[in-house]
């Protein structure tokens, strides 16, 4: 059989009686086109790669959204591996024939398959096939669930839409905690506004923490590393560098105050000073890493309390 790619895709399908007519959430979703020559028992091949979120990571599930609409709908994959194209595959879920003319939602713990055989998931696929030209398949929502970030049973919190393959940045990303980017030793004695830049200015990093703030225009957002001073970050995600590809398809983050619950995310970008204060601008990626309670609240005494 021969292997395709999902496109990427926004309102219907070009064919009719299959495929959605709309995203699950936000303007676009990954499909099968399976008009010919795209069919007959065409695969079709979506692939997560280490690559994409950090090679350190271990998979322990995901949750998705996927439509099956058609009368020549194959089926539809889950598979893991530990090695990748090098390696086995092991499926962990699987979908057969049309499923109605809707969304479903799906979550797949790999925790029972990696107990059962020893491996440590770092690779993922969702693989499709089709039995004519009535087939066009759609995924969207799609959540990674990292080590030990998964939850004991299908999440009741609404997740974003994230495109099913992140686009891999060229830039190389260092990996640098927040209290570690708010710290400085030295003034910029030619700008007092700059009195204290951070020793990362200027630099692609990547750093984690969990969202405590957002604009209602989600025009960026507050992160906490913990609940210590000098531990806090503003993600300016409406600023993008002129020779930079940022903030394209990046999740909508909510903060819970009724559950006080957020999310803990990884965001990479790169470290400016605006009006003497360490941000975090031209955002190229943010994952979801899991859904946590929010810091406790420090109180702060100031010269004007």
């Known amino acids: 059989k021969s292997t395709k790619a999902f496109l990427r895709r926004s309102g219907g399908t070009p064919t009719s009686q299959t495929g959605p007519d709309a995203a699950k959430t936000g303007s676009y979703y990954a499909y099968t086109e399976s008009t010919y020559p795209n069919s007959p028992h065409v695969v079709f091949d979506l692939t997560y790669e280490p690559d994409s979120y950090g090679s350190s990571y271990e998979l322990s599930g ?25 390696g086995t595959w092991d499926k962990v879920w699987s979908k057969e024939g049309e499923q109605g003319d809707s969304w479903q939602d799906a979550f797949v ?5 990696a107990a059962e055989t020893g491996k440590v998931y770092r690779w993922m696929r969702f693989l499709s096939d089709n039995i004519g030209s009535r087939a066009d398949l759609a995924i969207d929502d799609t959540y990674v669930y990292h080590s030990d970030a998964i939850p004991s049973s299908s999440p009741t919190t609404a997740y974003p839409t994230i495109m099913p393959t992140p686009t891999p940045t060229t830039r190389d990303y260092k990996p640098v905690t927040i209290p570690d980017l708010q710290k400085s030793k030295y003034t910029n004695s030619d700008d007092p506004c700059q009195a204290y830049p951070s020793p990362y200015k200027d630099q692609a990093v990547n750093t984690t923490g969990i969202v405590t703030g957002v604009y209602n225009d989600n025009s960026g957002f507050f992160m906490q590393h913990n609940a210590s001073l000098w531990a806090g970050l503003y993600v300016d995600t409406s600023f993008c560098h ?47 890493i899991e859904v946590v309670e929010l810091p406790v609240p420090l109180n702060i005494t100031t010269a004007i309390d």
């Not at 009724?258 to 955002?283: F, I």
Request: hydrophobic content about 30%; glycine content about 8%.
């Open 109 to 113: 713990s790999f925790k029972p398959m």
């Open 242 to 288: 002129k020779n930079l590809i940022c903030n394209e398809n990046l999740p909508t983050l909510i903060v819970s105050t009724d559950t006080n619950q957020g999310y803990r995310v990884r965001v990479y970008g790169s470290v400016t000073e605006v009006h003497g204060s360490t941000t975090l601008a031209s955002v190229s990626r943010i994952d979801i």
């Open 62 to 86: 995901i949750s998705f959204s996927y439509h099956m609409y058609g009368d020549s709908i194959g089926s539809l994959n889950v598979s893991v591996s530990e090695q990748g194209m090098d």
